[in-house]
C-alpha cells in the first residue's frame, strides 16, 4: 500500500527528512506513463551556514525556492547541461534541501533527472500527484530492516561526506551529509 508524502513529512530538520528519504519512492508521471523508483541515495543541504549549500550568500533568483515552504522542488541546472532535483525541507525562509542523487535503478543525479524528464518545468512547484512528481512511502524501511535483518543479509543506511564539496572548506566540504541505503550480502 502506497501512501503519498505531504508537506508535513518534509517540514522537519533536513538531515531526519534526507535519512528517512531512504526507502521512500519518487514517483514521476509524464502522460500516462507512471515511474516509480526507490531512493537510494541523498545528500542534505542545510542553512545559511552550510557552504556547500547555494543558500550560503543569500537570496537570489536560482535559490529562491530553498526559501519556500517544504515540500517544493528546487531544480537547478549546472555545467550548462545537467538538471539536479532537490526537495525543499523545514521551515520556510529557512534555506534548506534534500538532492536526490540515486534510485534502485539509477545512479547519478544527472541521470536520474535525464530519465525521469525532469527540467526547470518543475521548480517550485509542489511535490504532489497533480505536478507529475512526488514522493511515496511504499512500505520500504531501512532502519526497521537493520533491527530485523541477519548480519549475512544487512541493509543498512551508510553516511559519508557529500560529492564535489571541497570548495566549501575544510569543515562543511567534510560533514557526513549523504546518506545512502546499501545493500550487503
Not at 73 to 95: A, C, D, K, R, S
Not at 151 to 164: A, E, H, Q, V
Request: proline share 5%.
Amino acid at each position: 500500500m502506497s501512501k503519498v508524502l505531504t508537506q508535513n513529512f518534509f517540514n522537519r530538520p533536513t538531515l531526519k527528512v534526507a535519512k528517512e528519504m531512504l526507502g521512500k519512492y519518487i514517483v514521476r508521471r509524464v502522460g500516462k506513463k507512471e515511474m516509480a523508483l526507490m531512493i537510494t541515495e541523498v545528500e542534505a543541504y542545510d542553512g545559511f551556514k552550510d557552504k556547500a549549500s547555494h543558500a550560503s550568500r543569500g537570496v537570489t533568483e536560482r535559490n529562491k525556492p530553498m526559501f519556500g515552504p517544504a515540500g517544493y522542488f528546487y531544480i537547478y541546472f549546472t555545467y550548462g547541461i545537467h538538471w539536479m532535483l532537490n526537495i525543499v525541507t523545514g521551515q520556510e525562509n529557512y534555506p534548506a534541501a534534500v538532492l536526490i542523487r540515486g534510485t534502485d535503478k539509477i545512479s547519478g543525479p544527472a541521470r536520474l533527472t535525464k530519465f525521469l524528464k525532469i527540467d526547470k518545468i518543475c521548480n517550485g512547484k509542489k511535490a504532489e500527484p497533480k505536478t507529475g512528481l512526488w514522493f511515496e512511502d511504499r512500505g520500504a524501511n531501512p532502519r526497521s530492516d537493520l533491527k530485523s535483518s541477519k548480519r549475512s543479509d544487512l541493509k543498512k543506511i551508510i553516511r559519508t561526506p557529500r560529492i564535489g564539496v571541497v570548495y566549501a572548506g575544510p569543515i562543511w566540504g567534510k560533514k557526513k551529509y549523504r546518506f545512502i541505503y546499501a545493500r550487503t550480502a
